[in-house]
């Protein structure tokens, strides 16, 4: 098939994670123009369950949904001239390949199904359930250049779903002028699209504001991108779809699962200071000015294992005396543990109050006592806590009773991150024909090694005023995220002014007191001037990654919304009508120091 030149290149995506919406393939086929259509299934959560899922039968290990989306989206894409580009192939590319081309073959749509393999590393990581290095675009670039109708990958960075398909339709070649910004440009992206419908109003802080009235947010379109020869692009969707696409709605993704100014991937380091958004139309936000640079020269690999054995109960303490409730079945259950010599090696309590004075319902009189355990064996989970808990039933405190039954116990899972050297990783394009296209890793000398970009100087403050006691939130977006056991929580405020008091006021300090759970942990402060944010990295705060379940929101998805709703001194000339909080005046005094 000869290389098409139509500009801007339309790539949609039709998936955010494993279990997005069924019908978005259909939806962006049919909804409106496109070359081509992305899905982004993988999450560090899903590599673990694909796993699991390969133990069982070894033909699995990738996304079986991926299968049934395409029954019917295979002759759409067809009739259409789109080419499909999923990372669905999880830990089995391969075999997904082969079962897209008998599904192609049952339905009568004719299909040259090509493939990305070459991320499995558990030769070198045995103790591994799975690992996979992220790799870049380069592979699915091949395949389709060898016309490939669909592709699917393996473990790809998320926006190499793009970047692959930009370097396959504009050509790109690492010798040409300005490469690597227009790399990066594709990078941004594709990591715009990632998340799907995340970038078109779905989890959005302002999604209450006055100025998303009339925008339907009940089922937001999935996203697409117009993408330039440059590395520019538009961000938008198809007409007459639900959601919006604007400045907060692109910032917020742009922030998500990110850290510092550099941010590095396999393709190109994408500079996030130089990422420049303008509001060009309705639902159409145009990304310029990225600038690119030189890969790292090792790759991102991520380890799922199976951590152990995992067990829960919820105590629910009703009415009075809930801090006395708390402390005696806690330590009833302790002396149970000491008594039975069988303590699980890990014993955690969290108690959340949830309940509220002179209550009108019962569930809102409820504090919610929450114990986790660990054990490598089994046994030290099951049987040991259940009863712990449960013969406890009539000799407790008053209105004993749990959320559910205590079971047996689970196996839990954690993640981790290794680094190798790109060129010991073998990337492999399979293409129609079958041919076995080596990738080659960018040479030593076209790699740079990622080091921090030194913070900028910070905007002038605000002068010295009058200020209220308020919500964060009422002027600042929040969206967060995990990245292993790390998490992230980006911020950022809509005009000048506020950016003034933001990038002085929310310092490191200031973030440890308003999230008191981060205060012995350490946290990086990073300022893009340009999206008017800051990027916070919370290391540690997950533990072992979302499949180990340490703490009551296992991914940070609702971090930034607890940000957003703790009350800090913010000037009266930035609130403009928000609901007044009875404190004393006080001057205004910026701090600078992170």
């Known amino acids: 098939m000869e290389q098409p030149r139509r500009v801007p290149l339309r790539i949609g995506n039709a998936s955010g994670f494993y279990g997005d919406r069924f ?33 069982k039968d070894p033909g699995l290990g990738y996304a079986k949904t991926f299968l049934r989306q395409l029954e019917d989206g295979l002759g759409l894409a067809r009739e259409r001239g789109v080419r499909i580009v999923a990372n669905a192939g999880g830990l089995n590319p391969g075999g997904l390949a082969d079962a897209v081309r008998e599904l192609a073959e049952r339905v009568g749509v004719p299909a040259r199904v090509a493939h990305v393999e070459g991320d499995d590393l558990a030769a070198r990581f045995p103790e591994a359930l799975a690992a996979n290095a992220y790799l870049g675009g380069g592979g699915i670039a091949e395949c389709l250049r060898a016309g490939a109708d669909v592709v699917v990958t393996g473990r790809v960075t998320d926006a190499a779903l793009v970047s692959g398909s930009a370097q396959w339709y504009f050509g790109w070649r690492p010798d040409d002028p300005g490469y690597h910004d227009a790399l990066a440009g594709a990078v941004v992206a594709g990591h715009l699209l990632e998340c799907a419908t995340q970038v078109t109003g779905g989890n959005y802080a302002f999604f209450a504001g006055q100025h998303l009235r009339g925008h339907d947010l009940r089922r937001p379109g999935f996203p ?301 402060r990073h300022v893009l001037p340009n999206l008017r944010a800051l990027n916070f990295v919370i290391h540690g705060l997950l533990g072992d990654g979302v499949a180990s379940q340490a703490r009551f929101d296992p991914q940070a998805k609702g971090l930034g919304e607890w940000l957003r709703a703790r009350h800090m001194e913010i000037p009266e000339s930035l609130l403009s009508g928000a609901p007044a909080v009875t404190v004393p005046e006080k001057t205004l005094a910026p701090e600078v120091t992170p």
């Open 23 to 55: 019908d978005a393939v259909r939806e962006m086929l049919t909804g409106g123009e496109l070359d081509i259509l992305t899905g982004d299934y993988l999450a560090e959560l899903t590599m673990l369950i694909l796993g699991r899922d390969r133990m």
């Open 224 to 524: 697409l991108a117009e993408l330039y020869a440059d590395g520019s692009s538009v961000i938008t969707k198809h007409p007459g779809t639900g959601g919006v696409v604007d400045l907060g709605t692109v910032t917020a993704q742009l922030l998500y699962e990110t850290g510092g100014a550099r941010y590095a991937g396999p393709d190109a380091t994408v500079r996030l200071d130089s990422v420049r958004l303008t509001q060009e139309d309705t639902d159409r936000v145009r990304v310029t000015g990225v600038r690119g640079e030189a890969p790292p020269p090792t790759l991102k690999a991520g380890l799922a294992k199976l951590g152990g054995w995992r067990n829960e109960v919820v105590f629910v303490l009703t009415g009075l005396d809930i801090e006395a409730k708390a402390d005696l079945v806690r330590a009833q259950v302790e002396d149970a543990f000491d008594r039975g010599k069988s303590r699980p090696a890990s014993v955690v309590w969290e108690l959340a109050r949830t309940d509220r004075p002179d209550a009108a319902t019962e569930e809102t009189a409820s504090a919610l006592l929450r114990l986790v355990v660990r054990d490598q064996e089994a046994a030290a989970v099951g049987r040991v806590v259940s009863g712990a808990a449960i013969e406890l039933a009539l000799g407790s405190y008053p209105g004993f009773h749990v959320t559910a039954p205590p079971g047996k116990g689970a196996p839990y899972g954690v993640f981790g991150a290794e680094y190798v050297d790109a060129g010991s990783v073998e990337h492999i394009a399979v293409t129609p024909d079958g041919r076995r296209l080596t990738v080659p890793a960018p040479p030593p000398h076209r790699t740079r090694e990622l080091v921090p970009v030194p913070e900028p100087e910070p905007p002038a403050p605000l002068p010295p005023g009058p200020v209220r006691r308020a919500p964060l939130g009422l002027i600042a977006g929040a969206r967060s995220g995990d990245k292993g056991g790390d998490a992230n929580v980006g911020v950022w405020v809509r005009t000048d002014e506020e950016w003034r008091w933001l990038a002085h006021e929310l310092t490191v300090r200031r973030l440890r007191e308003l999230l008191p759970e981060t205060a012995d942990l350490t946290v990086e």
